[in-house]
């Protein structure tokens, strides 16, 4: 869902991920859920994922448009 969601914000729906095999110390599967923190501190987002997704896909363009990148290797 997050990689779809990330793709759509970035103009590339058909983007799809290449999963390179996990190191021995990656957690094999992950699952987030906020429904913890609701019922303990009521807590709620402000920013739903789609808007959240789309807003960060938007720094991120502007910021490495705007700002030399450079990359070291040792």
């Known amino acids: 869902e997050v990689m779809k969601t990330v793709a759509r914000a970035m103009g590339k ?8 095999k996990g190191k021995m110390a990656e957690i094999p599967s992950q699952h987030l ?3 913890k923190i609701k019922k303990m501190a ?4 402000q920013i739903d994922l789609i808007d959240g997704t789309a807003r960060t896909v938007s720094w991120y363009t ?3 448009k705007n700002n030399e990148i450079r990359v070291f290797n040792d």
């Not at 729906?13 to 390179?20: E, I, N």
Request: cysteine-free; overall charge negative; glycine content about 6%.
């Open 13 to 20: 729906p058909h983007l799809k991920p290449v999963l390179a």
């Open 33 to 35: 859920s906020s429904e």
């Open 42 to 45: 009521g807590w709620q987002p």
């Open 62 to 64: 502007d910021f490495f």
